[in-house]
């Protein structure tokens, strides 16, 4: 008898003994870890705060731990090194154990002494200010980035769109002296029935009858097809003249556009028009420039193309693309590489163009194949083609697209989410 009463006090005792504090369950995982303010040497990440049974918050800065007072909904990481890439990751505590680590966040600090803009044959390619100049290391990731990968660039990877064998495979460029006047070449529009006339900067234009265009093969040569384009700066004035289908003809070119840009200053072509890209913006300073890549460093974003546009554009294009589908990329979108994608297996040129998709990022500028960047061709270039294209692939994954901004559209899109 006396077995069984200490048996049912013992039984009481645990019924009507209080859970210890330390039994409380782990607290939620914080969300929509992001970067809010970046320097040279400091990043600020802030974070949703979903619990209300933490005690305290941990931030994981690479592999150092700090702990922060509950509640807390942000951090500032200061007296970091300038030009590199940092890691975060966040979770929530309590006193019995801590909720999953967010998902890793990369952000590369800045440069505290960037480089000027792009200077070719003597011209500024356009003021630091311009978009195609701009850092967009501490830029915000947009809402929808996910989105717009997963239709666009998702299962793709990077290719570089030249040659370093075939003098045809790129988009040529040719320098023009300043003393060739500007009446030289006549320019009639209506290749082959596509007439943009009314979107372009009329001729005459100084560009001379031998100039390469995208496709030739030897100087003076007419390509069959393609998008047939001729790009000439103009020394000493810095002015770019840009052709779109151009084939030759006595005293210049019939051409479907012609644009024409005033390096000294940034210009946005009117509302609606093309140019000789079918975003409207400028094709020299986006192109990779084997000279440049050489030195180490390219200091401006790089014109690339995928499958489908959005009937939509944003600054600094002025063109609708062509599908009324809201998960597709509007022209003139920038994208970056992660800051947390692995540079080590690149060297030289291949090492220069991996750094400017993660400080300056890509332009979308034209349909064509997803991820082609464009560049021009050279001999030099065997190598970074070999490491990119075939040895050390950039998958389109690895990219993020930097908030977009006010959207251009002339047709009701709905939520941005499904296939391009």
Known sequence: MRHAVSLLTACLALTLTPTAPGAAAAPVRPAALRAVAVTASSITVAWAERTRTETRYEVRVGARTVRLARNATRYRASRLRPDTAYTFRVRAC?????????????????????????VIDGCQILPATSAWNRDVRAAPLDARSAVYVGASLAGHRVHLDFGSTERFYGIPWTSVASSLPVTHATILYGTDGADYSDESDPGPM??????????????????????????????GACRLYELYNAVRRPGGYRVSSSAVWDLARNQRRPAGWTSADAAGLPILP??????????????????????????AYI???????????????????????????????YRGAALAIVRALKRYGMLFADQGSPIYLSGTSDPRWAGAIEAINQDHPIPGDAFEVVRLGAITRDWPA???RGTC
């Open 206 to 235: 100084p560009i001379p009858h031998d100039a390469p265009i995208e496709g030739w093969d030897g100087p003076g040569a007419d390509p069959d097809g393609g998008d047939r384009h001729v790009i000439a700066l103009h020394r």
């Open 286 to 311: 986006g192109l990779l420039r084997y000279d440049e890549a050489s030195t180490g460093e390219i200091r401006h974003a790089i014109r690339f193309t995928v499958s489908r546009a959005q009937r």
């Open 94 to 118: 309590n006193r019995a154990s801590c909720s999953r680590w967010t998902a890793p966040l990369a952000r590369l600090t800045l440069d505290p002494a960037p480089g000027p803009p792009p």
């Open 414 to 416: 709905g939520p941005v």
């Open 315 to 345: 600054a600094p294009a002025s063109h609708l693309g062509t599908q009324q589908r809201p998960a597709c990329l509007p022209y003139g979108a920038r994208l970056r590489l992660r800051a947390s994608f692995d540079e080590r297996p």
